[in-house]
């Protein structure tokens, strides 16, 4: 396993692909909050639009997604097909690799 590696994935190469593709609207850390998409501290494990500093659309709320490895890989695949009606604006990411990287640097804020 590589230093920096976590799972599947490498946390520094998720850290760079999440600085370069999600941080725009999305905040993690110890000082993480909502912007203009909900802070993703402790994703695995909640409930889509489980946030409450957030105003997610009804499709979020609605939906019976709790965010895994699976349900997470889907969504940053493709965000529409997973939660019809999201209001995320994101085309999603086809990489496998760029996707491990992504959830083993996420999976550090849990």
Request: glycine fraction near 10%; include cysteine; aromatic fraction near 10%.
């Given at each position: ?7 599947a ?32 501290n402790g994703?695995?494990g909640r ?10 659309s ?24 997973v939660?019809?009606?999201t ?22 804020f849990?």
């Amino acid at each position: 396993m590589a230093p920096n590696a976590h799972g599947a994935g490498d946390i520094q190469a998720g850290k760079d692909l999440f600085s370069a593709r999600c941080a725009s609207c999305h905040h993690v850390g110890p000082s993480a909050r909502a912007a203009f998409g909900p802070q993703l501290n402790g994703i695995f494990g909640r409930k889509a639009g489980g946030t409450e500093d957030y105003r997610y659309s009804d499709a979020m709320k609605t939906s019976a997604v709790v965010w895994d490895e699976a349900s997470l890989r889907a969504f940053v695949q493709s965000p529409a097909k997973v939660v019809p009606g999201t209001k995320m604006r994101f085309w999603g990411i086809s990489n496998t690799k760029q996707i491990d990287d992504l959830l083993a640097y996420l999976r550090t804020f849990q």
